[in-house]
Structure formats: C-alpha cells, structure tokens
C-alpha cells in the first residue's frame, strides 16, 4: 500500500507548525544548514547520510564550503509523506543539537571559531 501524500497546504500547515525553519519547494521539503567551514560540512552530510541510512529513505543534497541544502521527498509515493516530516525532524534534532545548552556534562563547543564548525539558529 503506498504511502499517503500530503497536500502543499498540508505539507505547509505542517512545516510551520513542526518544521519552522524547512521549506516547501518544487515538491519537496528543504532545510539549509550554514557551517563554518567544509569540515563542517562534511560533518552535516554524514550525520544526514547516517539517519537517512538508518531510515532506509534518502534525501538528495547538495552542498558548498559552508552550506548543506537538504531535500526530502518520498520518491516511491512521489510526494511528501509522514517518512519525509519524521526524517526532517531526526536531521533536525541531530544538527542542531546544542549540549551546552542543556543540563549534563557535555560542554559543546568552546566559543571560539577555530573549533566552529555549524552556524546554530538564533535561540
């Protein structure tokens, strides 16, 4: 049985209200990462290519020196389905992971741009 499909003003209602900062575009849901630098961005797209892995369902990406775009899409449903929001939120939740921002003994990164490697959002 295939995958049920959303609409684009599903799949909108749903990014704003799950998703703030992925996008809809050309039939897919995006999201770019800013790094510091390739390092960091090959760093975004191995922890993409892991999850997607594990996922069993593989967004396309396209990268730069200090930028990571992520595409999602259910090629086999040819739209945007629940595997497609559930895999965006697993990206999001690992990239944006801040540890110095929470309780316990992970510090995060010093602030200091010889150890930056993604530009977190404003929080």
Known sequence: MAAKTYSDAEVE??????????RLEDGWIRRTY???SWKGTLMVI?????????????????AS???VEVR??????KGITDSD??????????VMWQPGKEDGP?????DDPRFAYIKYDKS
């Open 72 to 77: 999602l899409m259910n090629h086999a449903a």
């Open 106 to 110: 992970l510090s995060g990164t010093p």
């Open 85 to 94: 929001f559930a895999l965006a939120k697993k990206i999001e939740e690992m």
């Open 46 to 62: 191995n922890a993409v290519g892991h999850l997607a892995e594990a996922a069993f369902h593989h967004p396309d990406i396209t």
């Open 13 to 22: 209602e749903r990014l704003k209200s799950e998703l703030p900062t992925w």
């Open 34 to 36: 800013k790094t510091n």
């Open 65 to 67: 020196y200090a930028w």
